[in-house]
């Protein structure tokens, strides 16, 4: 190896050069980026501000004739509330659970792989598809009908896959050593999962989570196959068609006056504003919970 | 209450790579045994037979017979679980649970064994913490998490942690090889305190720190590449550090090899 003799010299132009040229590429692609997002909210605000009042908050469509303005979106929401709340309770406790197999008993086992296997076909399921399926499945074959919490399970088809991989790759980040303190301290291995792995896990399990909330917090395909559309507030998601935020946008939009566009861009910016929360809500729980704290 | 350890004809795998190879020895009560050798001679891996963490690794499995006093740590009847209760372990990179503070990680072992009043957990995490000689260092910050500590206090912590289910037995696997010349000291004192009360396994690298801790040795060796590590002679420290039987240990405490 030839070096020239040890010589500290300044950072040579050249490579100054390079340094600004790539830091301005990397700026460029941020902007680029950015651009898109910051230009939907505005829209949505912009336009969404219109209707978006006490009324819109508290009021369904029901008896709001075709070129009347008034009405809302309440039937909307409380859908949205229910369908998305109990997708979650179907979805979360099955990844969980799936996601705990799979990393903590399962180490290279058939059963670990074919379920990885088709944890990976869900992950791809497109979601009209999980729609068409309980349509099929649900509603027709079973002869249940058009109900929200045929829309949940519908959505839970879609959020499963990703709380299985979001859970599963957070408790692998957990470090095995932890494990193994936990047991040289005598500690049977289900304890050592529910009171060391999960806790350590806790703050990323919760993000990912709120994060497949909000990936099917804005579907709208499935549910149009499987909750259908209604003007009027129905609290039991067991029976009878509801509404949701996504399919409230679509049916405004679809609708020819100004008065149902701009219903459609504030039940739009509810629908961000929604989603917009629970990331809060997942921040602030990771904040609450984090050992930097130092309670 | 300290016990002794008695090992007879012991083989461990990694699926089929045998790793150790026939270890017969006897570890004596309210002593300080060490354990040296050249890396990948099995060193660990018996430490880890001797609390049957070593068959939490997937493929691992043992053969042959270990007793504690009158108990066979191997017995089909005994409960892997039981048993690290009775041998706690120290590991050689400081491990606080982080979710836990400094009270909470010393209190684990007891918490998470059963439910003990507050009143107790407070005592035992005093005395504990006080015979790791870290009590000082934290008794005003008890609630802050473990893992804002040092790396010596860290270790330290985690001694505590391992002295609180009081074991018979703490084996203890390069406990000092992440840390200062201070914090190893503080250890190693920390070590000629407990080994009064428990019996005390140490896997060192530093040969002066197992002849500084340490009344008896045991010197392991690989015959080879591949091949599995085996004891090679295990003796008083003093014997060993000033006239071992076997070549191999000569040649390995004066540096020729390893
Ligand atoms: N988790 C493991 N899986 C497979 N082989 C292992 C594992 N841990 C250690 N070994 C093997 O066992 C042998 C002994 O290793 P170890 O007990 O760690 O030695 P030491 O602690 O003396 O350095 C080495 O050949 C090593 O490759
Ligand atoms: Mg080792």
Redesign the interface.
């Known amino acids: 190896m030839t070096m020239s003799p040890s010589v500290i010299t300044p950072v040579s132009f050249n490579r100054r050069l390079k340094n600004r040229v790539v830091q301005g590429l990397v700026w460029l692609a941020f902007i680029l980026a950015v651009i898109p997002l910051i230009s939907v909210i505005w829209l949505v605000v912009k336009n969404g501000l219109a209707r978006f009042d006490t009324e819109f908050l508290t009021h369904s469509m029901r008896n709001i004739g075709a070129r009347d303005a008034g009405g809302g979106a309440y039937h909307a929401i409380l859908g949205t509330l229910e369908q998305v709340g109990l997708a979650t309770l179907i979805s979360v406790p099955v990844g969980l659970l799936t996601a705990i197999y799979l990393v903590e008993y399962g180490q290279g086992r058939r059963l670990a792989r074919s379920i990885s296997f088709f944890v990976d076909v869900m992950t791809g399921i497109p979601s009209v598809v999980a729609g068409l399926f309980i349509l099929a499945f649900w509603v027709l074959v079973l002869g249940l009908g058009y109900s929200g919490f045929a829309g949940a399970l519908a959505l839970s088809i879609l959020m499963m896959p990703t709380v299985v991989r979001s859970t599963e790759e957070m408790l692998r980040l957990v470090p095995n050593e932890l494990r193994e303190a936990s047991y040289a301290l005598g500690v049977p291995k289900w304890k050592t999962i529910l009171r060391i792995v999960l806790p350590t896990a806790f703050t990323g399990i919760i993000t990912g989570i709120m994060l497949a909330i909000a990936r099917v917090a804005g579907e709208t395909a499935p549910l149009l196959l499987t909750v259908f559309i209604t003007d009027s507030i129905n609290t039991d998601p067991f029976t009878g068609p509801q509404m949701g935020l996504p399919l409230y946008i679509f049916d405004q939009m679809g609708r020819p006056n100004d008065t149902a566009i701009d219903r459609a861009w504030a039940g739009a910016l509810t629908l961000i504003l929604f989603v917009m929360l629970l990331n809060l809500a997942a921040r602030i729980i990771a904040w609450w919970r984090s050992p930097a704290k130092g309670r | 209450m300290a016990k002794q350890i008695e090992v007879s004809d012991l083989d461990a795998y990694y699926g089929s790579h045998k790793a150790i190879e026939g270890i017969t020895m006897t570890v004596e009560p309210r002593s300080v045994t060490a354990f040296i050798g050249p890396s990948g001679c099995g060193k660990s891996t018996f430490l880890r037979t001797l ?1 049957r ?1 070593h068959e ?1 690794i ?1 493929g691992a499995r043992v053969q042959g017979k270990i007793m504690l006093e009158d108990q066979d740590l191997y017995d089909k009847d005994v409960d892997p ?6 041998v ?2 120290v ?1 050689q ?1 400081p ?1 606080p ?5 400094i009270f909470d990680n010393v209190a ?2 007891l918490r ?2 059963g439910r003990i009043s507050k009143s107790e957990a407070q005592g035992i995490v005093e005395t504990s913490l006080k015979d790791a000689n870290l009590w000082n260092e934290v008794k005003d910050r008890l ?3 473990g ?2 500590l040092s790396g010596g206090q860290q270790q330290r912590l ?1 001694i505590a ?2 002295i609180a ?1 009081s074991p018979a037995v703490l084996l203890m696997d390069e406990p000092c090889s992440a840390l200062d010349p201070i914090s190893t000291l503080a250890i190693e004192d920390l070590i000629a305190k407990l080994k009064n009360d428990y019996t005390i396994v140490i896997v060192t690298h530093n040969m002066q720190q197992a002849a500084r801790v340490s009344d008896r040795t045991a010197f392991f060796n690989l015959a080879g590449q591949g091949q599995p590590g085996k004891l090679v002679e295990m003796d008083e420290t003093s014997k060993i550090f000033t006239n071992p039987t076997q070549k191999a240990t000569e040649d390995y405490i004066t540096g020729r090899f390893g």
């Open positions: 609390n963490m939490v997937p679980v039981s048993v690290r209760r009775t706690g372990m590991f990179r491990n649970f982080p979710t836990m503070s684990a072992g998470l064994n609630n802050k998490p893992s804002g985690c942690r391992a289910v």
